[in-house]
């Protein structure tokens, strides 16, 4: 009866979604009396999620799934459930657990509470804390079937270490050819080293900034900083930059702990998708600009002279 996490990873590291997830699963089995079992696919370094309240990683090798396949996934972490006897699992608020909790959920009969910003408020039943209406407010939710599925949002909740290892067993799934009757057969990747999933820091372009040509202060900043790249819609409907970078109420959420917009207005449906974020930093021009309500910090000036300084003073740190 351990309650279950899906550990994410890319390239065979864990994202530090993982971390976040197990510690939040840590925290739910502490109030269940029970233990944390982990799944992971392709990832190396499993004993190292112990350092994060894991007990045991089932750890799954297998070159099916190289590439994200939310049915294939989906079914793996529902025989693994089934095998722990889960009646919790707990996923991240990812775009790939997103997808794929519904398909686990509709072949378990569980409950989703997706967005989960806190620890449960009670197992017994079991309430979970989530931001709701695009953010501008929160929803206690009572999850009432047997099994139930927590989608944790990134950055909401952190991690918490010890000096654990985690046991690691071998775990092989049934996986026949129609859980991948669905497949992705090219992956584009936003421009970038960091994923705005996973980044602590965001530095967001607006249509401010003129063009694509001028991108190349916006990627200086975000190296210095070890950041993300993001945009808002309109500049990646106009082809500035990558979809994959769009954030917003129809884009990508962020939840980072540094926010940076420039040449942003901050309009409602941009604000949405943001507003999750610890601090945010605004550059714009406009004073009246409605970003500086949301801002922690505000900047009134130029980003073509605001934001090549800010680089410059940072790289002395
Ligand atoms: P603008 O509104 O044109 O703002 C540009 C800003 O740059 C201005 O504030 C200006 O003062 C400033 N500026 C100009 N020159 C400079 C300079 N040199 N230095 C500094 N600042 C400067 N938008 C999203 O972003 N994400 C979404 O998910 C999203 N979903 C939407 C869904 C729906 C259904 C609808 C209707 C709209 C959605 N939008 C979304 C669009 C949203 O309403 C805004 O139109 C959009 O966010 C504006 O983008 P922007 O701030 O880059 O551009």
Redesign the pocket.
């Given at each position: 009866m351990s309650v279950l996490v899906y550990t994410e990873s890319e390239n065979g590291k864990f994202k530090k979604n993982a971390f976040e997830v197990a510690s939040y699963a840590h925290e739910v089995a502490n109030q269940m009396g029970t233990t944390v079992t982990a799944i992971s696919v392709n990832a190396e370094d499993n004993e190292s999620l112990g350092a994060y309240g894991v007990s045991k990683v089932l750890s799954v090798s297998d070159d099916k799934l190289k590439t994200f396949n939310a049915k294939a996934y989906a079914h793996a972490i529902a025989q693994a459930a089934t095998k722990e006897g889960s009646q919790v699992i707990i996923v991240s608020s990812s775009t790939d657990s997103k997808f794929l909790a519904p398909i686990l959920a509709a072949k378990l009969e569980a409950g989703y509470a997706p967005n989960v910003v806190a620890a449960p408020e009670g197992t017994n039943p079991l309430t979970v804390k989530r931001t709701a209406f695009s953010n501008k407010g929160f929803a206690h939710t009572r999850i009432n079937t047997d099994v139930k599925i927590i989608g944790v949002s990134n950055n909401a909740f952190g991690t918490h270490e010890n000096d654990a290892t985690a046991a690691v067993e071998t775990f092989a799934p049934s996986l026949e050819d129609g859980n991948f009757n669905v497949r992705s057969v090219e992956i584009d990747k936003a421009v970038g080293t960091v994923t705005i999933a996973d980044a602590d820091i965001v530095v967001s372009g607006?249509?401010?900034l003129?063009g694509p040509e001028n991108w190349g202060m916006v990627e200086e900043l975000a190296e210095v900083l070890g950041a993300a790249t993001a945009c808002?819609?309109?500049?990646s409907d106009m082809g500035w930059r990558p979809h994959g970078e769009?954030?917003?109420?129809?884009?990508k959420p962020v939840a980072s702990n540094l926010y940076i917009a420039?040449?942003?207005?901050?309009?409602?449906?941009?604000l949405a998708?943001v507003s999750a974020s610890k601090v945010k930093v605004v550059?714009?021009?406009?004073p009246e600009?409605p970003f500086f309500k949301a801002a922690d910090y505000g900047i009134v000036?130029?980003?073509?002279e605001v934001v090549p300084q800010l680089t410059e003073k940072l790289k002395e740190f």
């Open positions: 607006g249509r401010g003129k808002s819609k309109p500049v769009h954030v917003g109420q129809t884009g420039i040449g942003i207005s901050g309009a409602i449906q941009h998708g550059i714009n021009t406009d600009a000036g130029d980003a073509f």
